[in-house]
């Protein structure tokens, strides 16, 4: 339950209580001096729908949704943003003149707007992503928007194809087989896969990458990712966690509730720092 009985945002998910949002909401608020009082709350797996109406009908005005509740927060949401209504997935709820509450999904935003602060993406790159789940349903079309050629490279080939098929009329978008790729390597890699997966019991085209190949992975801790570890062992020279996008995505969350954009470049440099 809440520890602030009087919260105003909130974030559903299941699990939440790792969540890093709560903090750097705390970070925005203090900073905008806006009251902003940010809970993570923990959704019964067959309860979002009851429970997230009841907190809009009451005290909140807004809501980050995560996993597992994006689909469903999406079929939730009264209206759409355009990009929620490509991504078919939200992660931002807001309640608007207190008459229906808008979805929205900032996650693609927030993966580009750190892939541009760490010099990792630019116009035309081709891009393996590996993983087809909600959150690289969230940023494919933030990736496609930069003109960059996308190959997916999932355990599931369904869930990929279900994807490509998706976005196909945004960009360049196609399931990643070996002959299907023409270059001669990637220039980016982003890791949309679950946290604790054995990189070394999966196929990655390790002769598609070069020196200058840059990884991300989506997920992000202390210790660091299953996947940074994997990255260290290939020798690869630019890699980033995904603690930025976290932060992004929530800016860009906390703009749409606030229409203020807060400052986010020493609270990334602050979480880097903090062990969790
Ligand atoms: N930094 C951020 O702001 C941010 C935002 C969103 C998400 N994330 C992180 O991104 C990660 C993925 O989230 P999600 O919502 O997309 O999860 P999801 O919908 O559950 O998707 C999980 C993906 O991992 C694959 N997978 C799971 N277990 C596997 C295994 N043992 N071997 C190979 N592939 C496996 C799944 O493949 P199948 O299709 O075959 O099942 C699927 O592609 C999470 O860890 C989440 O915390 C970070």
Redo the contacts with the bound molecule.
């Keep these: 339950m809440p520890k602030n009985k009087n919260f105003n945002y909130a974030l559903f998910g299941n699990p939440v209580n790792h969540s890093r949002s709560p903090e750097i909401h705390d970070f925005f608020s203090k900073q905008t001096g806006i009251l902003h009082i940010y809970e993570a709350i923990n959704v019964p797996l067959d309860r979002f729908s009851l429970l997230v109406s009841d907190f809009f009908k009451n005290n909140i005005s807004g809501a980050n949704v995560t ?1 597992p509740f994006k689909k469903e927060a999406y079929f939730f949401s009264d209206k759409l943003s355009e990009r929620a209504q490509i991504a078919k997935s939200v992660n931002t709820l807001k309640k608007v003149d207190n008459q229906y509450v808008l979805g929205d999904n900032t ?1 693609g935003i ?1 993966l580009l707007s750190d892939l541009k602060r760490l010099k990792f993406i630019k116009k035309n790159f081709s891009v393996l992503i590996l ?6 349903q ?1 940023v494919l079309l933030s990736i496609l928007s930069m003109g960059c050629s996308v190959y997916i490279l ?3 080939d369904l ?1 990929a194809l279900n994807l490509v098929n998706q976005f196909k009329k945004y960009g360049n978008i196609k399931i990643f087989k070996t002959n299907s790729f023409k270059k001669k390597y990637f220039d980016l890699v982003i890791n ?4 604790n ?1 054995q990189y070394e019991n ?1 196929f990655i085209p390790l002769n598609l990458f070069s020196s200058k190949t840059f990884f991300y992975d ?3 801790g202390s210790d660091k990712t299953s996947f940074l570890n994997w990255c260290k062992k290939i020798n690869a020279k630019y890699v980033s966690d ?1 603690i930025g ?2 932060v992004f ?1 929530a800016a860009h969350s906390f703009l749409e509730w606030h229409g203020i954009f807060p400052k986010i470049d020493y609270i990334i440099n602050l979480l880097n720092q903090k062990s969790f």
């Design positions: 996993s996650d927030g993983g087809a789940g909600g959150a690289v969230g999932n355990r599931t869930n949309g896969l679950s946290r997966i999966i989506m997920n992000y995904g996008m976290l995505q």
